[in-house]
């Protein structure tokens, strides 16, 4: 009976989640439009009543709700000042856009345009219209909920369909990459799969690690030696990391098979290449 006891245990403590690694080191990526003050103006008073605060915040949280991009990503950098993490090419090439193409642009501007047309009080919308602007932001959310701004995109391989991000503040825990390809072990992934994620938050799967495949066709595009997963995610689980039971990092998360309950993604080599790059 002792022995049957002893082995349970060693059974249950082998399938312990790594869910403190996993938690540090999530991200949650988002991009949107906000309005703040016009970067031209003093704006020590630019909020002269709260009621002016307030309308300005319920604009804000009406801005947040329409969200453009909705990704997952992972802490592979901890600096001073700023910290990297990884999600995938595409989901950096979506905020890319978001943030600097003409079209989008444009488009805040005829946010502005609409807002004046449906305000009532006059006066308050000068004041606003006058002092603050909306502008396309993009952000990467801790599991605790803390909000770091997108400073830069470092470096983007559209080969393994991996980016690097670097945020503003030094946050989180980096990951460590695990030295075999976890094939056939149990994995988690913690990921904003389907767009869901709130402060102290997240989504967290099991699956398995299925080998590698030689070449996979998504949409015109060949990616080659990337991992399958059995692991059901949605849209947003991109850039999301796979973790082995010892909290390693065994690949990531770029591409969602819905209907068999597969994903695929980059797996540890490719991953650590190119984090040897980022260095």
Not at 4 to 14: K, T, V
Not at 84 to 96: A, D, F, L
Not at 98 to 117: G, S, V
Request: glycine share 6%; with cysteine.
């Amino acid at each position: 009976m002792k022995h049957i006891i002893l082995f349970l245990s060693l059974l249950l403590l082998a399938f312990d989640i790594p869910i403190e690694n996993i938690k540090s080191s999530y991200g949650h990526i988002e991009a949107y439009y906000k309005m703040q003050p016009k970067q031209e103006l003093d704006c020590e008073n630019c909020f002269t009543s709260m009621e002016l605060f307030q309308e300005v915040s319920l604009i804000n949280k009406k801005l947040m709700s329409m969200a453009y991009v909705k990704a997952s990503s992972f802490v592979v950098k901890k600096k001073k000042t700023e910290t990297i993490s990884m999600t995938s090419e595409h989901v950096c090439k979506e905020i890319s856009i978001f943030l600097k193409d003409q079209r989008f642009k444009e488009l805040a501007k005829e946010l502005m345009k609409t807002m004046a047309k449906s305000y009532t009080d006059e006066e308050l919308y000068t004041k606003i219209y006058k002092s603050y602007e909306i502008v396309p932001k993009a952000y990467i959310y801790s599991f605790e909920g803390v909000k770091h701004e997108i400073k830069s995109i470092l470096l983007s391989d559209s080969n393994i369909d991996t980016c690097a991000i670097e945020t503003l503040g030094s946050w989180g825990k980096e990951v460590t990459f695990a030295k075999g390809g976890c094939v056939y072990e149990k994995i988690f992934n913690m990921s904003s799969s389907g767009g869901y994620y709130y402060k102290g938050s997240a989504a967290l799967r099991e699956g398995y690690v299925n080998g590698r495949v030689e070449e996979l066709s998504i949409q015109q595009r060949k990616f080659k030696e990337v991992n399958l997963y059995t692991l059901l995610v949605k849209p947003g689980a991109s850039g999301s990391a796979v973790f082995n039971v010892k909290g390693e990092v065994c690949g990531s998360v770029n591409i969602s098979f819905i209907k068999v309950d597969l994903s695929a993604g980059a797996s540890f080599i490719d991953l650590n290449q190119f984090y040897k790059q980022l260095k």
